[in-house]
């Protein structure tokens, strides 16, 4: 099997490049907007005839999430309209694609963890063009797998755990709100999975065409208590100081509560899933290690 990375350059894409050695049966090739801008329909159809790819996992995407109120043409054009172009391109070569989405397809206003099953209604534009990017795979009949994930991160790129890593060690408090509840993913733990379906008996799971699922890391937690933790791990002393949602105004809004339901995806594909304290421990040991 040869399976195009889209935006191999981000977290998700930099973990699928440091894993690939281990899936022997399955070929890469890896891009990022240098070499193939997914939003160009032609050049997408041609770099996936002329590199005989018959697998795409699709790790692109407009993920700023406040700068996509003000840019909502350009969020849509590369969480929905190129998610297109891929369909209509897969579809080309018979081939399978897996699909990253998010928790922000959802409102927060849910008691229990959300199954994929339960209704959608994303409460800004991100969350509103990654669920258009959903409806064209499910409206399609091509092989697919959405995965839906929460507050990814990783060693690679910027993210919240990089960022609260730098503050602490330059500022005397950090103030973080208490009030949004979700679960941290450690991106190498997301990759692991996304080669995993689509290496050996797993890929078979994907001829269920428009299949949704949810994974993040094990657990519950809200942005104060997931910045506690990296502070603790790391020994660094810096005061945190718990604030509302309210009192951290953003031009996206946030949904309150965003924990996802996995006992899907570990049912179909038999996988356990570390807890997100663990995976934190060791995402920033690797950190530190690259410092």
């Known amino acids: 099997m040869r399976v195009l990375v889209t935006g191999s350059t981000g977290q998700l894409g930099s973990e699928i490049k440091e894993l690939a050695p281990d899936y022997k049966n399955l070929e890469f090739v890896f891009t990022d907007l240098s070499k193939l801008d997914i939003c160009d329909e032609e050049a997408l159809n041609t770099f996936i005839l002329d590199n005989h790819i018959n697998s795409v996992i699709n790790c692109a995407a407009y993920t700023a999430v406040d700068q996509a109120e003000e840019n909502p043409k350009k969020a849509h054009l590369l969480n929905a309209e190129a998610v297109l172009y891929l369909v209509n391109a897969i579809k080309k070569v018979n081939g399978k ?22 209704p959608v209604s994303p409460v800004n534009i991100y969350g509103k063009t990654k669920r258009a990017g959903e409806l064209v795979i499910l409206n399609s009949d091509i ?17 919240f755990v990089k960022s609260i890593l730098s ?27 996304c080669l995993d379906i ?94």
């Open 97 to 118: 694609l897996v699909h990253i989405s998010t928790d922000y397809v959802f409102d927060g206003n849910h008691l229990l963890p959300y199954k994929e099953s339960d």
């Open 143 to 159: 092989d697919a797998i959405v995965i839906r994930t929460s507050w990814l991160y990783s060693a690679y790129s910027s993210n």
């Open 167 to 193: 503050l602490g060690n330059e500022k005397e408090f950090l103030k973080v709100v208490f009030d949004q509840q979700g679960t941290p993913t450690y991106a190498k733990d997301l990759a692991k999975i």
């Open 198 to 291: 689509l290496s050996d008996e797993n890929s078979k799971n994907i001829s269920k065409k428009g299949s949704i699922y949810h994974y993040s890391n094990e657990g519950v937690t809200t942005w104060y208590d997931f910045a506690a933790s990296i502070l603790k791990i790391s020994n660094i002393d810096c005061k945190l100081i718990p604030i509302e949602t309210k009192d951290y105004p953003t031009k996206a809004r946030r949904p309150q509560y965003s924990v996802l339901d996995k006992s899907k995806i570990k049912s179909d594909f038999k996988i356990t899933i570390p807890h997100w304290k663990d995976s934190l421990a060791y995402c920033i040991k690797k950190i530190n290690q690259n410092l």
